[in-house]
């Protein structure tokens, strides 16, 4: 197996050490922009958007700055090869509007990485809402930790995150928590925004956001933050008959009604996401099967955050 990787940072060596992990045997070809980027150990640099045809790749990795999706979907498609883009898909209306005017249907299946659906706890919770039903009246869902600490060893203040002109605020860069609430329940019929530039970290982007969702018969509220130093992430769903919490840093899902703990995870780590969504992915690609999270989904959950 190739794969081609475009914009070789820290999310794509993740998905590349979960895909060797997956098949040890797989040639991982990087797309780098600088003749001088430094060698990779098991990792081929090319450095030409020319003749890569040639490699007949398994599959395409998009994992640049998410200002440079729109042009690198553009040129890789012409490969005739599933693409994986990471999340977000897009970075702002302009994009939107171009990609929609220009490319609509893609000839090739792409797939938006959101690993988040992936995740144990809402794996259960799908399955479990699915099946224990009962009215929800308010969803809440947080998400908030320290941006420095995010990447060790790395200046916060250069990397896409904090830069607005690289597609980075926080509103779009945890988009996790409004795409796994829309994997969930659905999209809702209207959003609300609030991003704004709160605290004193030394980036150009929003580190503050807070998005309402509005669904017949009740509302989603989502908080998003940089600037957390203890890291809290958390879903809250309060129904008729019961409360369910979900903490998904600890993996765990209670009914806070009767305190009973109705899901843990092991040992959670987020390689466990990663693995079983690029488990999804080749299954779609060996199977001919359209992924989930098109571009036009991806498309819709983007306009309800931005």
């Given at each position: ?231 809290k992430r958390t879903l809250e769903i309060v129904r008729e ?23 843990e995870e092991p040992n959670p780590t987020v390689f466990t ?34």
């Amino acid at each position: 197996m190739k794969v081609l990787v475009v914009g070789f940072g820290s999310i794509a060596k993740k998905h590349i050490e979960v895909l060797r992990e997956i098949e040890p045997k797989v040639d991982v070809f990087a797309l780098r922009s600088s003749k001088h980027a430094s060698k990779i150990p098991g990792v081929t640099n090319l450095f030409e958007w020319g003749g890569l045809e040639e490699h007949d790749f398994h599959f395409v990795l998009i994992a640049s700055p998410s200002s440079l999706h729109l042009e690198h979907i553009s040129k890789l498609t012409s490969l005739g090869k599933p693409i994986m883009v990471e999340k977000p898909m897009l970075m702002d209306k302009g994009q939107i509007s171009a990609f929609e005017k220009n490319m609509g249907k893609l000839d090739v299946p792409v797939y938006i990485a959101c690993n988040f659906r992936f995740h144990p706890s809402i794996v259960f919770l799908k399955e479990y809402l699915a099946k224990e039903k009962s009215k929800i009246n308010e969803v809440n869902a947080y998400c908030g930790s320290y941006l420095p600490n995010w990447r060790p060893g790395v200046d916060y203040r250069e990397v896409y995150s904090s830069r607005a002109d690289m597609g980075g605020g926080v509103h779009i860069d945890l988009i996790h928590e409004p795409d796994y609430l829309i994997y969930l329940f659905g999209m809702p019929v209207s959003s609300q925004i609030n991003n704004r530039k709160v605290s004193t970290l030394e980036i150009t982007s929003c580190d503050s956001s807070n998005i309402l969702f509005q669904y017949e018969g009740f509302q989603a509220q989502i908080i998003l933050n940089y600037y957390r130093r203890d890291p809290k992430r958390t879903l809250e769903i309060v129904r008729e008959k019961d409360t369910i919490f979900v903490d998904l840093i600890a993996s765990k899902v209670y009914d806070t009604n009767s305190n009973e703990l109705l899901f843990e995870e092991p040992n959670p780590t987020v390689f466990t996401s990663y693995k079983q969504q690029l488990l999804y992915f080749l299954n779609c690609i060996d199977k001919g099967i359209e992924p989930m999270n098109s571009p036009s989904e991806a498309i819709e959950i983007l306009k309800h955050v931005l």
